[in-house]
């Protein structure tokens, strides 16, 4: 079954979630934030694949992806990391959309 978040039921402990990380800079993150909101977790370490995993209760599974989201937000890149293609294209949008607002005004 393909998996695309890195989060899953526990395979052998009902009632615990497991967060994966490849990443050491996004675990540590995990890490720090679970131990600010004071939530209980266990983690392993498998050096082979350098993989990163935490264990948490299912009752704290909101703050949980909330930490899981806040990883996401800081270490995420661009989708268009040229900052002048990036103004290019809001631009162009905006060029657009009042061409459009002002032709449907001149039609009516």
Same mark, same amino acid.
């Given at each position: =079954?393909?998996?695309?978040?890195?989060?899953?039921?526990?395979? @052998?402990?009902?009632?615990? @979630?497991?967060?994966?990380?490849?990443?050491?800079?996004?675990?540590?993150?995990?890490?720090?934030?679970? %131990? $600010?909101?004071?939530?209980?977790?266990?983690?392993?370490?498998?050096?082979?694949?350098?993989?990163?995993?935490?264990?948490?209760?299912?009752?704290?599974?909101?703050?949980? =992806?909330?930490?899981?989201?806040?990883?996401?937000?800081?270490?995420? %890149?661009?989708?268009?990391?040229?900052?002048?293609?990036?103004?290019?294209?809001?631009?162009?949008?905006?060029?657009?959309? @009042?061409?459009?607002?002002?032709?449907?005004?001149? $039609? @009516?």
């Amino acid at each position: =079954m393909l998996n695309i978040t890195n989060y899953f039921d526990h395979p @052998t402990r009902i009632g615990f @979630t497991v967060f994966r990380f490849h990443e050491k800079q996004r675990a540590d993150f995990f890490e720090e934030l679970l %131990k $600010k909101d004071d939530i209980w977790y266990e983690v392993s370490y498998e050096e082979e694949k350098s993989l990163q995993l935490f264990g948490v209760r299912k009752g704290d599974f909101k703050k949980a =992806m909330n930490a899981n989201y806040l990883v996401s937000a800081k270490f995420r %890149k661009k989708i268009i990391p040229n900052i002048y293609f990036r103004w290019g294209i809001i631009i162009f949008a905006i060029s657009i959309i @009042t061409l459009a607002i002002i032709g449907a005004i001149i $039609k @009516t």
